[in-house]
């Protein structure tokens, strides 16, 4: 009985917990993970309630991790890649709107006004109450009211002159309050009777101990707020001149709704209209557009992403900037991946071969030794190469190695795309050799002798006996081991990453590529290289490539070592 | 029993040397103490744990210390957040290691001192004189190799002309010129005897000048005395006929420098400046002695006027001789250069220009063929056209009537006009054919107008009468167009013709101009070649004999410099001629090692005397403001901490006292003293003091480490963030795999078959690929769980667990499967629960492996720098992959000492859990191979 409540408790539980995060998600506009979730609170439930789901609960906290962080991935990735998301165009269409709404520019002509904040204090402490005081560039003093919310997150306040010490906004009084000691100083204002104290002020130093108060409680107030006066216009706190003053400026977008020709008819349309040029703002190609009235001139102001098909892919195809570097890097990951796994395993079988004797004393020493390069964590050896060896002016193999020892000159390790590549191969090869080396000498263990020997008798070389008996023997286990290494070696992210960079850049090529640069280091450094913008759509359209070439070929890797047939055991 | 070729073995250790080596330079350049970027040496004896010490126990030398307390008085992060009494704490302990680091360093810096002094003492003096024995002893072979190199050069100028000895002469004279000593006018004098007599002359007349005004200075005061004036300006005159005494009594006089100055505005000015005070008699006899001083240096003037003027003449003679050999053929050389020159500019203009034409050419022709592609058909259907017409006319029994067909004059002037150029040209061979093709039937129709107008009535003839004009039209645009290309073509191609023509004759000329100045360039040389040899002799002269002089005299150390000083000189005279390559070699310079060696270790080891000293008084000065903070730092911290701003100037006095006398001063004094003591400690002679010496050495650098500046990295707390994101990481990810592994291994259920292949699948997108994904997805968790967002430990490791879960689920999988089921029948026929068989029974037959697949999984997490340099974003939350890459780039890429260390305290760890498990590794990959 109580494990059937601490069941039910535990559904009821899950649920809640689930169904708040699915709320929040569809709020938020995930909508793809919100699903993602949904099918998982309906998995748990069943893996939970219903006893034929018993098998279930074992996967179900691994499951949960497996969809939020492997499975939703892989669908987002599907899905930013049919959009143009990219540095540039990173908000929704509705997000870019609300920016150009928010967007507040400084007149030509700009006046300045000085400011002086007075609060209500309840017992002593200062509230969230106040009304500014504002001193024009002529000198003449008005009252702005206490900022009322006009729309989400915007707030608006009148301000009118002072006439006698006095002004009536909106139907509430205000009249100042001068200090009897120095007329020229304003304490306070009295609003309707009450006294708003001076509380601070940016220009007077003594009023600094509250500004801290002022920041979190007033600031993100005053930061949106529109001052409105009909003869002078709107007031406003802009970036470029922070809470020192207030400037005339307004907002530069609004919607409005114009005659709009579409499809040959005349609509009414809401559309964003620049208030300073007084043109609309056009839409097209994924982004909002200003018009120069006198040149016709069209300069992109913001870009929202959105589906766009096909785009990537085809522009990977199409447009010969990108295209043409990312066949270069296309065909450079596959050479670069055969020739490792060439480099690798050459060196490894021949070593294996030469320990591969049970009477060699020291054979497992020497084995222990020649482990160390793949025991080392790679990035730190990596490292250590392109630093202290390979650098140009300064690494050890140029500086001494060719300058002193052999007084050759120096080779231009990084700038040649020939010599990167000759680095890459020798420090990859250093560090693939002991796995092949490891391997091999498993699998030539388990070529029996009396083959040898048989062949011997037969009057075959070493030489001989190697390609026609090791050789085939060797390839049948190691096969699959050597197509996984291309696999790996095909996505090796660290070693380009970490020792060229890529370098040198393919010139003429608007993405961020480079002559040694892989698929996948390609992708890293168009997503989150941020030298040329962030093109997240175009990076998830090479992973899904990636991808695919990654499943095509652990797929024939599976079906040559017999994976697939596990499965049906 | 095969006993394994030894080329086995050393094979395998040459290959283990070579593969090993990186491992072996990262651990020697981490302990190494000097700058290893930039030192030619692969390996340094001069080793130091100081790397290590220092990123490890994080221990913060002074400049850190200072760095702790400004922040401390400016309230940063974290001060800003704590109250007065923990920021006291840490104030205390600052001030306690700064006292620690002052005594240390007065310690240091008396251990230097007296070692210093030790060996000033005791040893100096000694390795003076024998330094000077040194280089008494290696003198013997200079001298030797000077008087050889003396006779030789005596001997060939003598063999020389006299307009030669009178060129080389030259340099001599106008040495004089500009520094006149006694040496030099001996030996000019040998040529030139007016030079030094009227230099005798000239000395002469001053010291008899000097003589003659020698009461001059003492009249005139008293003189002034007499009137009773004893002002500035009489103080100022009578110094005046005192400097112009003294500078004639040791003839450095000079008139130039003696007229305007002395002369015209003190003597002159005050003169008529005094005489107007006082009386009449003292002005008149002022006036006198200022007349007789006057026309006495007016006599020592005319001296050394007729000097100059000898040695003027001496010049002018000189330089006339030189003239004499060399102008003529220099004037040669000068006009054949230019020719040559002109003919060079102009073989690079005619090569240009026929390039261009060349170009120009194959542009045209490259027209030419797109139009030739016009051309084909036109003529096939003219070809087609006329053979029509000759198959009617064959037929046709009609002969003539008057009457024209169709006028094709204007088409076949036009196609004549077009072969006229084409057929000049091979390469428009194809086209002209068709061309011409086309002129024969244009013929054909012309020559048979009235015939072919006779058969009007065919259809034939009407079809081609009507197609015609098409033909001809598409035949004249293009003939139009392209004759105009062609003209520009064969225009081209003439030019390039006469280029062409005239380069082989320019070169030519060229040729025959350069093997002229061959010959005329040697003479001259040759005679530079004499000429050198005869001033060298003479410049040799001088110094030949003062270094024998003073090679009698090295008794004492500075007369040994001095004797170095001049061998110094007369060795790089002779390197400075032209000649030097037919002298014979000189004797090497490193034989007097020694004493250069004894007087580097003077030199530092007064270096250190001093810097010590300096070092003392900067320690004492720090420390006095560093003890005023502390009486004052309770003050100083309260009024901060109440909010009210405080700047402690006390702050940047200490900063501008480090600058000013560590940073600029005492630091690279310590860095020069610790390399020379390293390099005199190895020398032979000094073997007595080397222990001492490298005392200093190694005293000083602990001096440098305790107060340079350094930039220690959190390395610690990068290796702590790694390892904790690896192991929880592992160890979440191996239950989970394990729990979610049990099902698929042992229970049947429906979608088990495309569970595993989804897993499959989805094991190979490899969550890397979806970091972008990956990266969106943390910044949106962060906002509802912070400690998961974007830059938190538990944001990486939950991206670990997920990129391991799949592939691991599978492992553990393969390996469940290993095991026998009847266990758990055993044990549920026992009344177990599912789940008690795989608590109590699989998961613990299967530790070992989980362990090794936690292991593995930890080592692997480790290594990885993409997702965790995408996620990580400030410089404490770095795991380790990520902040080793801050050492590689930027401004610290070139302290190779630190970066070596961190890659080997980071290194280590793993290493030694991969070797220990090297035997599971290894055959879990060999049993994975090896079937059945």
């Known amino acids: 009985m109580i494990k059937k409540a601490i069941l039910w408790i535990s559904v009821a539980l899950i649920d809640a917990i689930l169904g708040w995060s699915i709320t929040l998600l569809f709020i938020n506009g995930s909508y793809a993970l919100g699903i993602i979730v949904i099918l998982l609170l309906v998995f748990i439930d069943y893996a939970l309630i219903n006893p034929k789901g018993y098998p279930f609960r074992y996967m179900l906290p691994a499951l949960i991790i497996l969809m939020i962080l492997t499975v939703y991935p892989i669908y987002f990735t599907f899905q930013i890649a049919f959009e143009n998301y990219a540095t540039g165009y990173m908000w929704t269409r509705d997000q870019a709107i609300n920016i150009l709404l928010d967007k507040v520019v400084i007149s030509p002509n700009p006046k300045f006004f000085n400011y002086s904040v007075y609060t209500l204090y309840k017992d002593y402490k200062p509230t969230n109450d106040f009304v500014l005081l504002l001193k024009g560039p002529d000198g003449k003093l008005y009252i702005a009211s206490s900022p009322q919310p006009s729309s989400p997150g915007r707030y608006t306040s009148s301000f009118e002159m002072l006439t006698n010490g006095s002004v009536s906004i909106d139907g509430v009084n205000y009249s100042v309050v001068r200090s009897l000691k120095d007329p020229s100083q304003i304490i306070a204002i009295s609003v309707n009777g009450e006294n708003y104290n001076y509380f601070y002020s940016p220009s007077d130093q003594s009023t600094f101990p509250n500004l801290k108060f002022f920041n979190s409680n007033y600031g993100s107030i005053l930061s949106n707020t529109e001052f409105i006066n009909p003869e002078i216009g709107t007031l406003f706190f802009t970036t470029t001149y922070g809470f020192n003053k207030l400037v005339t400026a307004k907002y530069e977008y609004t919607l409005s709704t114009m005659p709009v020709v579409e499809n040959g008819h005349q609509v009414q349309k809401t559309v964003l209209v620049n208030t300073i040029t007084g043109q609309p703002v056009l839409e097209h190609n994924s982004a909002f557009w200003d018009v120069d009235p006198s040149t016709g001139k069209q300069t992109m102001i913001i870009g929202y992403y959105g589906y766009t098909g096909l785009a990537n892919f085809s522009s990977l195809l199409t447009n010969k900037q990108i295209m043409s570097p990312f066949l270069s890097v296309f065909i450079w990951t596959f050479e670069w991946a055969a020739l490792s796994v060439v480099f690798t395993f050459a060196v490894g079988l021949i070593l294996a071969i030469v320990l591969n004797n049970r009477n060699m004393r020291f054979r497992t020493i020497y084995r222990t030794l020649l482990i160390i390069p793949w025991a080392i964590p790679g990035f730190i050896s990596i490292i250590m190469f392109r630093v202290g060896f390979f650098n140009v002016s300064f690494g050890i193999i140029n500086r001494i190695f060719l300058g002193e020892w052999l007084h050759l000159p120096p080779i231009n390790w990084f700038g040649d795309a020939f010599w990167a590549k000759v680095a890459l191969f020798l420090v990859n090869t250093w560090l693939g050799f002991p796995y092949m080396m490891v391997i091999s000498l498993g699998a030539l263990q388990s070529i029996p002798d009396d083959l040898y020997e048989a062949a011997s008798i037969d009057g075959s070389s070493k030489w001989h006996s190697f390609w026609t008996i090791t050789f085939p023997l060797l390839m049948t286990p190691l096969a699959p081991l050597l197509i996984a290494s291309f696999a790996y070696n095909f996505n090796n992210f660290n070693v380009i990453y970490l020792l060229t960079g890529g370098n040198p850049p393919i010139p003429n090529s608007i993405t961020p590529a480079g002559q040694t640069d892989i698929l996948i280091s390609y992708t890293y450094n168009l997503a989150f290289g941020g030298a040329s913008g962030r093109n997240y759509g175009l990076a998830a359209a090479i992973s899904i490539l990636i991808f695919a070439i990654i499943a095509t070929i652990s797929a024939i890797n599976f079906k040559l070592s017999g994976s697939f047939e596990e499965v049906n055991k | ?932």
């Open chain 2, 1 to 932: 029993m095969f006993k394994v070729h030894p080329i086995r073995h050393i094979i395998i250790i040459a290959v283990i040397i070579v593969v090993l080596f990186p491992v072996l330079w990262i651990f020697t350049t981490s302990i190494r103490r000097d700058n290893s970027s930039i030192s030619p040496n692969l390996f340094s004896n001069q080793t130091t744990w100081q790397n290590y010490i220092d990123l490890i126990f994080e221990k913060p030398n002074v400049p850190l210390l200072y760095n702790d307390i400004a922040n401390i008085y400016s309230l940063g992060s974290p001060y800003n957040k704590m109250n007065d009494k923990e920021i006291l704490n840490v104030l205390n302990g600052d001030f306690n290691a700064y006292e620690n680091y002052f005594k240390s360093t007065y310690r240091m810096s008396d251990s230097i001192t007296s070692n210093a002094s030790w060996i000033s003492v005791n040893f100096i003096p000694k390795a003076k004189s024998l330094a000077i024995e040194n280089v008494k002893e290696n003198s013997n072979a200079d001298l030797r190799y000077i008087s050889i190199v003396s006779s030789d050069l005596a001997a060939k100028f003598n063999s020389l002309d006299q307009n030669y000895k009178m060129a080389g002469i030259l340099d001599l004279l106008n040495s004089l010129k500009s520094s006149p000593d006694q040496d030099t006018i001996r030996i000019v004098g040998q040529y030139f005897p007016e030079i030094p007599q009227s230099w005798d002359n000239y000395k002469n007349s001053m010291s008899k000048a000097a003589s003659a005004l020698s009461n001059v200075p003492g009249n005139v005061s008293e003189i002034l005395l007499e009137s009773g004036v004893d002002n500035q300006m009489a103080k100022d005159l009578v110094s005046a006929y005192e400097e112009t005494l003294n500078s004639l009594k040791n003839g450095t006089f000079t008139y130039g420098n003696w007229f305007a100055p002395i002369y015209l505005r003190r003597i002159n000015m005050d003169t008529i400046n005094l005489s107007s005070t006082i009386g009449s008699t003292s002005a008149a006899k002022l006036q006198n002695i200022k007349s007789m001083v006057f026309s006495t240096v007016q006599n020592v003037n005319s001296a050394f006027s007729s000097y100059d003027r000898s040695l003027s003449d001496a010049i002018s003679k000189a330089q006339s001789s030189k003239t004499l050999l060399l102008s003529t053929l220099q004037s040669s050389l000068t006009s054949l250069s230019n020719n040559y020159n002109q003919l060079q500019n102009k073989l690079n203009t005619l090569t240009a220009s026929s390039v261009s034409y060349l170009s120009a050419m194959s542009y045209d022709a490259s027209q030419i063929s797109i139009f030739s592609n016009n051309i084909v058909p036109t003529a096939m259907a003219l070809d087609n056209m006329v053979s029509l017409v000759k198959s009617v006319l064959h037929q046709s029994k009609l002969s003539t009537q008057s009457g024209i067909f169709y006028d094709v004059s204007s088409y076949i002037s036009q196609a004549k006009d077009w072969i006229a150029i084409s057929s000049k040209y091979s390469i428009f061979d194809p086209i002209t054919e068709q061309v011409q093709k086309i002129l024969d039937d244009l013929n054909y129709i012309q020559n048979n107008q009235s015939v072919i107008y006779a058969n009007l009535n065919s259809n034939a003839i009407l079809n081609v009468k009507t197609s015609l004009p098409f033909v001809l039209l598409k035949l004249q645009s293009g003939l139009s167009m392209s004759i105009p290309v062609l003209q520009n073509y064969d225009t081209n191609a003439q030019k390039y013709k006469e280029a062409s023509e005239q380069i082989p004759d320019v070169r030519k000329q060229l040729e025959e101009v350069s093997s002229e100045i061959g010959p005329i360039q040697e003479k001259i040389n040759s005679i530079n070649d004499k000429i050198s040899i005869a001033s060298l002799y003479f410049e040799t002269l001088k110094s030949a004999k003062k270094i024998d002089e003073e090679a009698k005299n090295i008794n004492s150390f500075k007369n040994a410099d001095v004797f170095l000083n001049e061998l110094n000189k007369y060795y790089a005279t002779l390197q400075n001629s032209n000649i030097y390559s037919q002298l014979p070699p000189m004797p090497s310079s490193s034989r007097y090692d020694q004493f250069f060696n004894t007087q580097k270790l003077i030199d530092t080891v007064n270096l250190t005397l001093q810097t010590g000293n300096n070092l003392n008084k900067f320690t004492d000065e720090y420390s006095y403001y560093i003890s005023n903070l502390k009486n004052r730092s309770k003050d100083y911290v309260n009024i901060n901490v109440l909010g009210f701003p405080f700047s402690v100037n006390e702050i940047n006095s200490i900063n501008n006292l480090y600058q000013n006398q560590y940073v600029s001063i005492i630091g690279p004094n310590l860095g020069i003293i610790s390399r020379r003591t390293n390099e005199l400690a190895d020398l032979p002679y000094f073997k007595e003091i080397s222990g001492k010496l490298n005392s200093i050495n190694d005293t000083s650098y602990y001096i440098t480490q305790i107060w340079m500046q350094k930039y220690i990295p959190p390395l610690m707390r990068w290796l702590l963030n790694s390892i904790i994101v690896s192991g929880t990481a592992a160890v979440i990810t191996v239950f989970l795999s394990a729990l979610m592994a049990y099902p698929f291994s042992r229970l049947r259920f429906r979608g088990r078959k495309y569970g595993l292949i989804g897993i499959l699948l989805i094991q190979m997108f490899p969550t890397m690929m979806a970091m972008v994904a990956l990266y969106l997805l943390l910044n949106f968790i962060g906002k509802f769980l912070p400690f998961l967002g974007l830059n938190t430990l538990g944001g990486l490791t939950f991206l670990y667990i997920g990129g391991g879960i799949a592939f691991n689920s599978w492992l553990i999988k393969g390996f469940f499967d290993t095991i026998p089921m009847e266990l758990e029948e055993a044990a549920m026929v026992d009344g177990a629960t599912r789940y008690q068989t795989f608590w109590r029974i699989i998961l613990p037959l299967s530790a070992p492996v989980l362990a090794v697949t936690m292991i593995l999984g930890f080592i692997g997490n480790y290594g990885d720098y993409i997702l965790a340099s995408i996620v990580m974003t400030g410089l404490n939350n770095y795991t380790f992959a990520v902040g080793l890459q801050t050492f590689s780039t930027g401004a610290y890429s070139s302290n190779w000492g630190l970066m070596t260390t961190a890659a080997l305290i980071g290194m280590i760890p793993i290493l030694v859990l991969f070797l220990s498990l090297q035997k599971f590794i290894v055959g879990g990959l060999t049993q994975g191979s090896v079937k059945g």
